[in-house]
Structure formats: structure tokens, C-alpha cells
């Protein structure tokens, strides 16, 4: 299994930048892709902002194209979200997820962070 740590949430303005990181252990071996969700207040789903698997090219949401990017180190087992010209709808508790070689996620999400942009 793998265990999610998400940190790097705060509450900043309009137009200002975060960069939210996402640490995994356990059988980090095993991880293919990482990727980013968001749930937003008073959602009940979870949507995907950004995935990047190995070798591959990132995905992005429509929404945060060309503000947010998202990167991994593997020497660390980490995936990075860098959220630039943060609107008031990125507001969120962001979670980041790990899938294995075979695209399928690994079942346990991380406590998340919370991202608060005010206008």
C-alpha cells in the first residue's frame, strides 16, 4: 500500500501562488502516476485538476490550464501542484492520489489541504 501526505495549503488573494506538496511511503515502487483532486465547498465529489504518469504528459483541467503545474521528484517519492493566479474557485481542500502500473488508484487518500483564496 501507499500512504498520502498532502501539505502546502493556505489562505491567500486573488492572483497570488501556492505550491502544494505531496510526500508517498510505503510501496512507492509501485507507483505509476500521481495526480492532484480538489473537493470544493459543499461538493461531494472530489474532481481531478492534474495527473502526470511516467513518461507521459501531464493533464490538466480545463480550469487551471496555463496557471497550475504540476511536477514529481522521484528521488523523494513527491508530487508538486504549483498553483499560480489563484482565482476564488480554486478554493478547496486539495488531495493528491497514486495509482499503479496498471492505472488503478491505490485506495487510501491523504487528510488533504486546504486552500482558501479570497477576493
Known amino acids: 500500500q501507499v500512504q498520502l501526505v498532502e501539505s502546502g495549503g493556505g489562505v491567500v488573494q486573488t492572483g497570488e501562488s501556492l505550491k502544494l506538496s505531496c510526500a508517498a511511503s510505503g510501496s512507492t515502487s509501485s507507483i505509476n502516476a500521481m495526480g492532484w483532486f480538489r473537493q470544493a465547498p459543499g461538493e461531494e465529489q472530489r474532481e481531478l485538476v492534474a495527473?502526470?504518469?511516467?513518461?507521459?504528459?501531464?493533464y490538466y483541467a480545463e480550469a487551471v490550464k496555463g496557471r497550475f503545474s504540476i511536477s514529481r521528484d522521484y528521488a523523494k517519492s513527491a508530487v508538486y501542484l504549483q498553483m499560480n493566479n489563484l482565482k476564488p474557485e480554486d478554493t478547496a481542500v486539495y488531495y493528491c492520489?497514486?495509482?499503479?502500473?496498471?492505472?488503478?488508484?491505490?485506495?487510501?487518500w491523504g487528510p488533504g489541504t486546504q486552500v482558501t483564496v479570497s477576493s
Open positions: 495527473v502526470v504518469a511516467d513518461g507521459a504528459i501531464p
Open positions: 492520489r497514486a495509482y499503479n502500473h496498471t492505472g488503478s488508484p491505490f485506495e487510501t
